[in-house]
Structure formats: structure tokens, C-alpha cells
């Protein structure tokens, strides 16, 4: 698929994998990009699918961007079981491996902030940053009725599969904290979050961030949510722009 602009081409394509037995979809932009370009790789939220991606891929563009629905969520397969935290995080892996990356920045929002973390202390040797959203380092239990409350989302009504991928997360999941995970990260990681209405970084999580991230950039948006793209997605895009130039001059 291509979207054209005033300024250039734009260009997307889907693509799967497989992690084991299931059956993984991921979007990918900038493919042909300068290899001095890091890479950015997304996990998406909990209930949320790799197209959610695509206006930041065309905005980060040239730089190669790879969005991938984990388990259970957009067009990768659903199975009956295995919707674990760290099965999570292998599907991330999995995708990285098939690529054949040898760096990267992670960029994950809300829920897609654990998975990150996560990864990045798995595998210090192939992050060169992250990005962490208005999210703290702490995986939750989800209680009871969790799935069903997102049933009205597009991408879940009225998909089986879907909804099966929802009530597996709900019904494995089991409250994993991080904090001690950011300790063996030495690479560069921005976090952002809002100070309005909704945001979900605290700023008894800053604190903790601080304490715990050895090269921790901290961007606060006062008048964004929990969606900190919002209502300035220029000023969003001009701060992770800002630091994925920093984290390609220190590759260099």
C-alpha cells in the first residue's frame, strides 16, 4: 500500500511470521531506509493492533518502523492459550529475530510500556533506546470482567477471535513489576507522560523511573492525557525525533 503526501511517497507493507505455532501479522514502513537509521520497533497496547502505528511510522519516516500484533489482537492468530506476560514479550522477539535487527529503539505506550521494558533488559545488546509513554513499570492483574469491558472496541466486536484473545490475557495474567528490570538497562530511554485528566504516569513513578534508569530523559506534556500525542502531536513527534537522532549519533 502506498499514501502519498505533498512531501514524498509513503509506503507501508503487511507481512507474518510465526512464533512457534502462531501466527503473527506486523506492519513495516522504511524497509529501504540509510542503515544509519535505528530502527523502531512497537508493542502495542493491551488490546491494541499494529495498524495503530501507521500515522507515526509515516511521520518518523524515512527511518524503517515495525508494528506488530502481538497474540490474540489484530490479524495474528488467537490460540486458546498461552496469552502469558512473557509469552507477550517472546512475540516481540520473535519479530525482531525474523527481521534479523542488530539494534533498535522500543518505543511502547501504556501496557505496551511493560513489554518494552521487559525486552530491552532480555536483550541489551540490540537496544539502543526506548521509549516509554505515560506508562509505569508494572504489569497489571487484570480483574475480573477486564476483557469484557473492551468488547465495544472496533477491533474486537463482534471477532471471536478477538474477544478469545482478551479473555486469555484477563485469565493468565498475573501482576509482574519492572522496576528492577530498568536497573540492567544502560541504553537511553525517554519517558513521556501528561499532567492532565487521564495520564497514568504519576509523578511517584517519575520518581521511581529516576531511581531505577541510569540515562532517563523525562519529558512532561502539561496539557496532554494519557495519550500524549495529544493535543500537540507536532510537539510529540518533535520530542522522539529529537532523541532517535541522539540514540543514531551514539551509534555512530
Not at 519479530?95 to 510500556?113: A, E, K, P, Q
Amino acid at each position: 500500500m502506498v499514501l502519498s503526501t505533498s512531501e514524498q511517497q509513503f509506503s507501508f507493507r503487511e507481512e507474518w511470521l510465526k512464533n512457534g505455532s502462531v501466527r503473527l501479522h506486523y506492519v513495516e514502513s522504511g524497509w529501504d531506509s540509510p542503515s544509519s537509521l535505528t530502527p523502531v520497533v512497537y508493542p502495542h497496547i493491551g488490546f491494541g493492533t499494529a495498524e495503530v502505528f501507521i500515522p507515526e511510522m509515516k511521520a518518523l519516516s524515512p527511518r524503517r518502523c515495525v508494528a506488530c500484533s502481538l497474540r490474540g489482537r489484530g490479524n495474528s492468530d488467537a490460540p486458546e492459550a498461552g496469552y502469558s506476560f512473557e509469552e507477550n514479550v517472546s512475540d516481540i522477539d520473535a519479530v525482531v529475530n525474523h527481521l534479523t535487527f542488530d539494534r533498535i529503539c522500543v518505543m511502547g505506550f501504556s501496557l505496551g510500556v511493560t513489554y518494552s521494558i521487559a525486552y530491552a533488559a532480555q536483550h541489551p545488546e540490540l537496544v539502543s533506546g526506548l521509549v516509554l509513554l505515560d506508562y509505569p513499570a508494572r504489569y497489571p492483574k487484570f480483574s475480573a470482567g477486564w476483557a469484557e469491558r473492551w468488547s465495544s472496541e472496533p477491533s474486537i466486536k463482534d471477532n471471536p477471535d478477538r474477544m478469545r484473545g482478551m479473555r486469555g490475557l484477563e485469565r493468565e495474567s498475573t501482576e509482574v513489576l519492572l522496576w528492577d528490570k530498568l536497573d540492567a538497562i544502560e541504553s537511553p530511554i525517554l519517558l513521556i507522560g501528561g499532567c492532565a485528566e487521564g495520564a497514568l504516569l504519576k509523578p511517584e513513578h517519575v520518581e521511581k523511573y529516576r531511581q531505577h534508569c541510569r540515562n532517563l530523559e523525562v519529558a512532561i506534556f502539561p496539557n496532554s492525557g494519557h495519550m500524549v500525542w495529544q493535543p500537540d502531536y507536532d510537539r510529540f513527534i518533535s520530542r522522539v525525533n529529537k532523541f532517535l537522532d541522539y540514540i543514531d549519533d551514539q551509534r555512530r
